[in-house]
């Protein structure tokens, strides 16, 4: 097919599903359609992994639960997306707009850009890669034939660093209360060491028949475990849309699965997820329901100014009772606890980043790269520079 014919066709499909279509020969960007209007690609930041894609039809994931899909050739390749099933927090467009380099004076247009785009479940959106594929390649694909790809289960959460006797752990009979309340339990409470521990060491933990035919077995206790830990999540302080999107993107990724290793393992990962995402949460502060609400808010506002009033009406408490209720119950002030949280996330990214301090200040609200530099002082007891060059 002649490129034109493809240009044709990508400026169509990008234009009725409302989000971009990049059309490749080989490394060259050719083609692109995009009626967001964003300036700044957020596809750089994953063009590695889709360039990794070696199948005819490939889907990657996200960490933020951006679904992007990818159409292959011997001679071109389509790239479209990103598009996500449901709309993106304050917090994730902005950590978005940082990863992708995004100065801070266009950060707003980019959010506002990026809210354009048409939100899709990623069924649908491999149905158009199926539809593209048989027009590129002459190949009848159905969304059974195309399997997640293996760095989005991946990027749900880090595998543990010790093989467990998981086969032991899992066996066909039935799942005592007691275990698993304790289970809920500790992803509630955000209690990450206790999990390992009881990975470590689990007594058999039995399901029920839910199903005639051995694997799809342990899929449906997979789905029911990841739906009561969802649950358990949210109760211990993690926001409703993430819980939630995280577990629709592990059930699609179990659905995926062939084998039933490859299923206890991402169990495992599952509930490991849950409850370091809770002790993330619940980090350096007393679990009260109080603290837990402060907690999530921050999380949600990293990347903006400190703002404690706004806080205060959010959870419907007048700024002087928050500040002196939150001081009782965890012995901490309002804005030592903020600040700690920036700091931390300023030290993970001075870390794990090669963002300049400038970028990092902006991103996470400071007013000036001077300001940023006393107050990661005081929490960190050094320089930015400091941290970063050890």
Known sequence: MKKLDLSYLC?????????????YEGDKL?????HSGLKYDPMVSFQEDL????EHVGTYITPRYYFYGVVRSDEVRLIMGPTRQLPATEQQLRELAFMSNVPSDDTNDFIQAMRSL?????????????????????????????????????QISPAPQKAH????????????????????????KGDTDALKTWIASAPAVHAGPMA?????????????????????????????????????????????????QSILRLQINMLLTYTEQVER????????????????????????????ENLA??????????????????????????????????????????????????????????????VFKKYAGMTPSEYRSQ
């Open 30 to 34: 050719v083609f692109k359609v995009d």
């Open 165 to 188: 006797n998981e086969q032991a752990v899992y066996e066909e009979s039935h799942t005592t209360l007691a275990i698993e309340q304790t289970l809920m339990n500790m992803i509630r």
């Open 212 to 260: 005639q035919e051995h694997l799809r077995q342990y899929k449906n206790t997979f789905v029911v475990t990841t739906t009561l830990a969802a649950r358990s999540a949210i109760r211990g302080g993690m926001n409703v849309e993430e819980a939630l999107s995280t577990s629709d993107l592990l059930i699609r990724n179990c659905e995926a699965l062939q084998d039933v």
């Open 118 to 154: 048409v939100p899709m479940p990623l069924e649908s959106l491999q149905q158009i890669l199926c539809t593209m594929n048989y027009v590129i390649n002459g190949e009848k694909l159905s969304l059974g034939d195309i399997a997640l790809n293996e760095p989005a289960e991946k």
């Open 51 to 54: 360039f990794a894609l070696t």
């Open 281 to 308: 949460l619940r980090e350096g502060i007393q679990p009260t329901p109080l603290a837990i609400d402060v907690s999530a808010w921050v999380q949600r506002h990293l990347s903006e100014p400190i703002d404690t």
């Open 313 to 374: 009406q959010e959870l419907h408490y007048s700024r002087p009772h928050l500040s002196r209720k939150f001081k009782e119950e965890t012995g901490m002030t309002l804005t030592d606890f903020i600040l700690t949280k920036k700091s931390e996330e300023a030290a993970r990214l001075l870390a794990y980043t090669d963002k300049s301090l400038i970028a990092i200040s902006n991103y996470l609200g400071f007013s000036s790269q001077s300001h940023f530099a006393r």
């Open 11 to 23: 400026g169509t499909i990008g234009s009725l599903c409302g989000f971009p279509v990049r059309l």
